[in-house]
């Protein structure tokens, strides 16, 4: 058995590589990005940069003194993976951003882009990128199971 140092075989060495977690992600059109785990965010997100947020989970952007928080889970008709559909169908969530002594905002974000994917709130522009975990037709899901991926970008 090939190693690549003594007692530790190659296949061994490969398939922790693959069972580790990456920083970067493919989605469903191909694009890549790379985005924070959530683990790692400690309730901070990035300007232009993708970052996690949990059903419930409130974050602070850094330096923009801008809060948002994942409200709710309107629905989510997406076709499950497991299945063929006509239509991909869409899921859609709300979340509340405030920035200061401001107001908050309520925002209504769709995971299709035949319905609105981003918003404006004063200066910035919030983007959601992706909705994990994607249905399954015998796994029942909780909102609390629920992940979203957003993008903050500042006009």
Same mark, same amino acid.
């Given at each position: 058995?090939?190693?690549?140092?003594?007692?530790? %075989?190659?296949?061994?060495?490969?398939?922790?590589?693959?069972?580790?977690?990456?920083?970067?992600?493919?989605?469903?059109?191909?694009?890549?990005?790379?985005?924070? %785990?959530?683990?790692?965010?400690?309730?901070?997100?990035?300007?232009?940069?993708?970052?996690?947020?949990?059903?419930?989970?409130?974050? &602070?952007?850094?330096?923009?003194?801008?809060?948002?928080?994942? /409200?709710?889970?309107?629905?989510?008709?997406?076709?499950?993976? /497991? &299945?063929?559909?006509?239509?991909?169908?869409?899921?859609?969530?709300?979340?509340?951003?405030?920035?200061?002594?401001?107001?908050?905002?309520?925002?209504?974000?769709?995971?299709?882009?035949?319905?609105?994917?981003?918003?404006?709130?004063?200066?910035?522009?919030?983007?959601?990128?992706?909705? /994990? %975990?994607?249905?399954?037709?015998?796994?029942?899901?909780? %909102?609390?199971?629920?992940?979203?991926?957003?993008?903050?970008?500042?006009?």
């Amino acid at each position: 058995m090939e190693s690549i140092s003594p007692g530790i %075989p190659l296949a061994i060495v490969l398939s922790l590589m693959c069972a580790l977690p990456s920083s970067g992600y493919v989605d469903r059109n191909g694009l890549t990005g790379t985005s924070v %785990p959530i683990e790692a965010q400690s309730e901070n997100a990035g300007l232009e940069q993708n970052f996690k947020i949990k059903y419930g989970q409130e974050v &602070m952007v850094k330096g923009q003194n801008l809060k948002v928080k994942f /409200d709710s889970l309107l629905d989510d008709s997406r076709c499950p993976t /497991d &299945m063929e559909c006509v239509w991909s169908g869409d899921a859609e969530i709300v979340i509340s951003v405030k920035r200061a002594n401001a107001h908050a905002s309520n925002m209504e974000l769709h995971t299709n882009g035949q319905f609105t994917q981003a918003r404006k709130y004063q200066r910035y522009v919030i983007k959601l990128v992706a909705l /994990d %975990p994607y249905p399954r037709t015998r796994v029942k899901k909780k %909102p609390s199971d629920y992940v979203a991926t957003l993008l903050i970008k500042k006009e």
